[in-house]
Nanobody, 119 residues
């Protein structure tokens, strides 16, 4: 079992920055792939950024060059640095931990944190 707690959301003006944090507990954090997803009202949840247990990263096209995902395995924490925020980035952001081994899948979610980009 992995417990995930997000923090760092809030209201920011267009062009501003926020850093989201996701603190994990309950299992060996370093073996999980970690991701940030978001869900805007009336839309499906989408992957924003991900990082593998080995540290490789991937991003949605809409956030490339603006968002950066990073992980600190010593602190059991994954971060999402969001710069040059746009109104269309407004959503609830969720942290995800995922691991697949020998056909078994382990998939955990945080409770979400609201990000609102508005003037």
């Amino acid at each position: 079992q992995v417990q995930l707690v997000e923090s760092g959301g809030g209201l920011v003006q267009p062009g501003g920055s926020l850093r989201l944090s996701c603190a994990a507990s309950g299992s060996i954090f370093s073996i999980y792939a970690m991701g940030w997803y978001r869900q805007a009202p009336g839309k499906q949840r989408e992957l924003v950024a991900g990082t593998t247990s080995g540290g490789s990263t991937n991003y949605a096209d809409s956030v490339k060059g603006r968002f950066t995902i990073s992980r600190d395995n010593a602190k059991n924490t994954v971060y999402l640095q969001m710069n040059s925020l746009k109104p269309e980035d407004t959503a609830v952001y969720y942290c995800n931990a995922f691991r697949a081994v020998l056909g078994d899948k382990y998939d955990y979610w945080g409770q979400g944190t609201q990000v609102t980009v508005s003037s």
